[in-house]
């Protein structure tokens, strides 16, 4: 299972309003195509196949299932960090 806090969540809900994105309109998390172990977000919907992360009451990110797999037992957290503010992805080691 992925986790997505609540401030993950709040943030996104934020930026699909932000951008008056479409009714069923969600962030698609995907592999990088230019930066090894690396992480992209962008807008996009619903695709067969696809895992939908819920938090908060919304649709708050789609994964193909390789990638699902790949980050099973992760938390997406959005918080401040030194560089400035950021989600923060958090892999869970077995077992906990």
């Known amino acids: 299972m ?3 806090t609540a401030s993950a ?8 309003q932000a951008i008056n994105a479409e009714p069923g309109a969600c ?6 195509q230019s930066t090894a172990n690396h992480l992209d977000i962008a807008l ?3 695709r067969d196949g696809d895992q939908v992360v819920v938090s908060e009451g ?3 990110f789609l994964l193909d299932s390789e990638l699902s797999r790949t ?8 918080e401040a960090i030194p560089a ?9 080691a077995s077992g906990t």
């Open 84 to 92: 400035g503010n950021g989600f923060n992805i958090t892999q869970l």
């Open 9 to 16: 969540a709040e943030r996104i809900k934020h930026d699909l």
């Open 44 to 46: 996009d919907k619903e």
């Open 27 to 32: 962030m698609r998390l995907f592999r990088s």
């Open 58 to 60: 919304i649709n708050v």
């Open 2 to 4: 992925i986790t997505v």
């Open 71 to 78: 980050l099973e037992g992760t938390i997406i957290d959005y």
